[in-house]
């Protein structure tokens, strides 16, 4: 059984923060990975970070500098998303991803995740 259950979304006003929460539950693979993803109405879906189990992260040039990317330190595949600073512009649906493994070149590429949430909406008003 496979279970990715994003949460922590919500309305804020612009440069205000939020902090996503994922956990993941995955019998099928070892997880080596997790992501973040979005996507915007009218938009095609975006990386924006991930995490890898080596403690690599990864930022999109869009959130880079927000956006802090964190596991759970006491739960096996958890990880989080610190939203600082946020605009307009990051409002989305944010999709919780898990993989067998990521790199620089393909940690936003989608079909590199095989198992995703039900996403979360964030909303931030101007």
């Known amino acids: 059984e496979v279970q990715v259950v994003e949460s922590g979304g919500g309305l804020v006003q612009a440069g205000g923060s939020l902090r996503l929460s994922c956990a993941a539950s995955v019998s099928t693979f070892d997880v080596h990975a997790m992501g973040w993803f979005r996507q915007a109405p009218g938009k095609d879906r975006e990386g924006v970070s991930a995490?890898?189990?080596?403690?690599?992260?990864?930022y999109s040039d869009s959130v880079k500098g927000r956006f802090a990317i964190s596991s759970g330190d006491n739960a096996k595949n958890t990880m989080y998303l610190q939203m600082n600073s946020l605009k307009p512009e990051d409002t989305a649906i944010y999709y919780c991803?898990?993989?067998?493994?990521?790199?620089?070149?393909?940690?936003?590429?989608?079909?590199?995740?095989?198992?995703w949430g039900q996403g979360t909406q964030v909303t931030v008003s101007s």
């Open positions: 995490i890898s189990s080596d403690g690599s992260t990864y």
């Open positions: 991803a898990v993989s067998e493994g990521i790199d620089y070149f393909t940690w936003n590429r989608g079909q590199r995740y095989h198992y």
